[in-house]
């Protein structure tokens, strides 16, 4: 039995002040009033989020897409063209130490587990490996080392776009049929049966781009209960080729043809109009959002004063991992819409500040997206926690949401990190990650070897 002791805490009633938090077998055991003159543990403990979207691999290509391209308007496809010459030189090992590096960094900013959208299958030649679920093992052992709990999203990516063409250059990396993509999912599932119990598996479907009817339907199928993730109506460019060829938008689209419902997680959706919002939002799907990443790309900006209002759930995910920090894509998201429609506190409610609304909707609709039982400080669901320090400049001793309100909207909220619990594991204290020093190491000989090669 672990025991944590908070000055304050979130939980399901709400704030609560010196809390003593039991864990037993990786949940939250009881929750109660800390005995007198009990020492804090931590100045105040919060539910940890689920990191509802990530491309482990691109952390490596973080800085390396900020010049100018031949092009005079660069855009999301010309850094695509730089990921695609990228993947020409990743290895199975430089793969699992760049994972760990980058589940090491999420856990550190305040996310105690992920759902890993994962397209990275094949060799650099685009051949199997004689393993055909080598590098969904290799993110698994990546995550069991590090300790973050983990929802693997094993992606069927069959087709170059909605025209059927053949997959080229990189994206040879990522082709599967149907067929060979149920083989590969098996052997994913084999791979997260063997890591820690909270591990859990869903499919992914990459987009109306890349997968056919038959392919769509078959990978929902074999996602089973578990979560669906794909990308949704991210580009202006992509709006167009799927209106060409399936004769709609694709939130329209996918609407109209599929049972879209609590299972789904729709990644960016930054390209819907208003009547599309207020579908998606009463499908009761997630919108899965990744502001930093969105804003890196250019994207566009999510509608998230209608969809909130309309009742649809969000989360909030990393990406393209260019940077990893919690609380500044959940600012990235309310700053986003404070600059479209000149206003402030534009997604506050009447009865919740602004970073009180951010954060429970990043618990909330984490959860529900990766099929997690978390997202909430209650008995019996996972221990996933963050612990922090509000004595200092940063904190300030702040209480209940003047606390979140602080630590998004102060921009030191990073700073105040001292604990992360994944599912009862203590894996980073004092603001550190325990394997760091180690994983660290890996990492950058990794990164040495890769900017040998590019």
Known sequence: ??????????????????????????????????????????????????????????????????????????????????????????TPDQVQAIAAQVFLEMLEAGYASVAEFHYLHHDRDGKTYANLAEMSERIVQAATDVGIGLTLLPVLYQHGGCDARALNGGQRRFGNDPDQFQRLHEGAARAVASGPEDFSIGVAPHSLRAVDAEGLARSIALGGRGPIHMHLAEQVAEVEEVMAHLGARPTEWLLGNQDVNAQWCLIHSTQMTKEETRNLAKSGAVAGLCPITESSL?????????????????????????????????????YSQRLRDRSRAALATQDYSTGRVLFDAANTGGAQAGGRDCGVLAPG??????????????????????????????????????????????????????????????????????????
């Not at 908070?6 to 938090?21: R, S």
């Not at 209608?306 to 959940?330: C, K, M, P, T, W």
């Not at 909207?409 to 760091?436: E, N, P």
């Open 381 to 454: 669901r996972l221990a996933d926690i963050i612990g922090l320090d509000l004595d200092n400049e940063w904190g300030a001793c702040r209480n209940g949401d003047m606390a979140l309100d602080t630590l998004i909207f102060g921009g030191h909220g990073h700073d105040c990190i001292t604990d992360i619990w994944s599912a009862g594991r203590h894996v980073v204290k004092d603001g550190r990650h325990l394997k760091r020093d180690r994983i660290t190491m890996e990492f950058v000989k990794v990164m040495c070897e890769l900017e040998q090669e590019i």
């Open 1 to 90: 039995m672990k025991k944590i002791v908070a000055k304050q805490a979130l939980t399901e009633t709400g704030w609560q002040t010196n809390v003593e938090i039991g864990i037993d077998k990786g949940r939250i055991s009881y929750i109660k009033p800390a005995p007198n003159g009990a020492s804090a543990t931590v100045s105040l403990a919060l539910p940890a989020p689920l990191n509802l979207h990530s491309h482990a691999f691109q952390r490596a290509m973080s800085g390396l897409t900020e010049a100018r391209g031949p092009d005079a308007s660069d855009s999301f496809w010309s850094w695509r063209r730089l990921m695609y010459r990228f993947l020409d030189q990743l």
């Open 298 to 334: 250019g994207d566009g900006i999510f509608n998230g004063t209608q969809y909130l209002a309309d009742g649809g759930r969000i989360g909030f995910g990393s990406d393209s991992n260019v940077h990893i920090a919690l609380f500044d894509e959940l600012r990235t998201l309310e």
